[in-house]
């Protein structure tokens, strides 16, 4: 079975840095695109950001672009770093799979496999 652990959330004050990992077990994460989503206190999940299987190139929404980076540390780790926190970036976030070689962010439906979320807050 595919399961996936976010790490790194964590508390932070607005314009600090935290670095979060998506960690696979058993299987390389390298064939699979991965996605990075978020969810704020009754608010919809929202796709932030994604890196392809294929080497295409990573997206971003718009909420995150220029402060967020994703990328592929290892074989089985992707990582994003997040740096300018803002409290309106206080969310769980959730890493997803997804055999579909073209990332996005608005579809999440492509994704089928996801973690358990790790909790990022941030203070004002």
């Known amino acids: 079975q595919l399961q996936f652990v976010e790490s790194g959330g964590g508390l932070v004050q607005a314009g600090g840095s935290l670095k979060l990992s998506c960690a696979a077990s058993g299987f390389p994460l390298g064939t699979w695109t991965i996605g990075w989503f978020r969810q704020a206190p009754g608010k919809a999940r929202e796709g932030i950001s994604c890196?392809?299987?294929?080497?295409?190139?990573a997206k971003y929404a718009d909420s995150v672009k220029d402060r967020f980076t994703i990328s592929r540390d290892s074989e089985n780790t992707v990582d994003l770093q997040m740096n300018s926190l803002k409290p309106e970036d206080t969310a769980v976030y959730f890493c997803?799979?997804?055999?579909?070689?073209?990332?996005?962010?608005?579809?999440?439906?492509?994704?089928?496999?996801w973690g358990q979320g790790t909790q990022v807050t941030v203070s004002a």
């Open positions: 997803a799979a997804s055999q579909i070689g073209i990332c996005t962010v608005r579809n999440e439906v492509w994704y089928d496999h």
């Open positions: 890196i392809s299987k294929d080497g295409g190139p």
